[in-house]
């Protein structure tokens, strides 16, 4: 294949806000982009690996459309007590919600694409790069450790190999928003401990830099990032209006959604952001799950014209003598040195 047309991808976290990744992700494929690895944070992550097992654009949006999003909201028994419930799962488990109905559900949609664990996304044509060697990957969170993950490559940490690793099992470590999802517990064979795991948006949303090998890239990685409609605006004032956020799990819920928003947004620098396509969320919130169908498609919509915005001025040229230097060897030139 040409390189010509060749794209890498980040995709960053924002639960049902990651509708408009996929109208962004739409408008890459008309245009003849070709993505070779794409990794995510959280509803980026679940793009990520669902279109590195082969689902198009179209196939995302149909699956989305059709999804009831209430039902990630799985409650276990003690979510059943009156007025106590939601406290006490949030204190016995970490969070109100089991996870459990994500799980199976991302698990059956790779299935029907016969993906099971990672060995199953090896990109054929990078498998000896350890960095590009899987098509899809996951950021994901220790809170044990206080370190970011990058799955799988980072699951040999745990005692297992990154072959190995169960994909829907990333995706569901990746998505573990604090406080709304139960962590993610995972019992390392290295040294013996269980180790917390969370969204992956709590340490880095946007991880752009993943794919950067060298400073003279073949092709380019576009990161997919979903933006306020007003960015400038105090993140104290997006907060849940008076009434919505007074119980305590709604409390602990909305101090995460401020932490999952500022993270990146703090420190993107120019030779990132030319490289952004910014998808405007129109004020949907990380959790909205009862989200319209109305509000869903102006979600993707948002996406798409993010997207068609971004290419009107995207120079690869430009962008190189702009902001990289022909210093060290790209993937490209690596590969060819090998042969």
Known sequence: MSDERRI????EGGGVKGIGLVGALAVLEERGFVPQNIAGTSAGAIAAV???????PTELRSILRSLDFGKFKDKAWEDMIPLIGAPLSLFKDRGVYEGEFFLGWIGELLAAKDVFTYADLVHP????????????????????????????????????????????????????????????????????????IVDGGMLSNF????????????????????VEPEPSRDLGHRLPPDGESGSLPEFAKSIVHTMLEAHDRMYLESAS?????????????????????????ALYE??????????????????????????APSRRASMKAAD
């Open 273 to 297: 952001f030319v490289r952004t396509i910014s998808v405007k969320t129109l004020g949907v919130r990380t959790t909205e799950f009862d989200l319209s169908r109305e509000r869903a498609d």
């Open 8 to 11: 890498d991808l980040v995709l």
């Open 207 to 226: 991880p752009v830099w993943l794919y950067d090998d060298g400073d003279d890239p073949s092709w380019p990685t576009f990161g997919l990032m979903l």
């Open 125 to 196: 044509e990078f498998s000896s790069e350890p960095r590009f060697r899987y098509r899809g990957q996951v950021i994901a969170s220790d809170l044990t450790d206080r370190r970011l993950l990058v799955l799988p490559q980072d699951s040999i940490r745990f005692g297992v190999e990154p072959d190995q690793l169960n994909v829907a099992e990333a995706v569901r470590m990746s998505m573990s928003i604090p406080a709304f999802f139960e962590p993610w517990s995972w019992k390392s064979e290295t040294d013996g401990r269980t180790h917390t």
């Open 302 to 327: 948002s996406g798409r014209s993010g997207a068609e915005s971004f290419l009107a001025g995207w120079d690869f040229e430009a962008y190189k003598a702009g902001f990289r230097r022909s210093e």
């Open 50 to 56: 669902l279109t590195a097992a082969g689902y198009t």
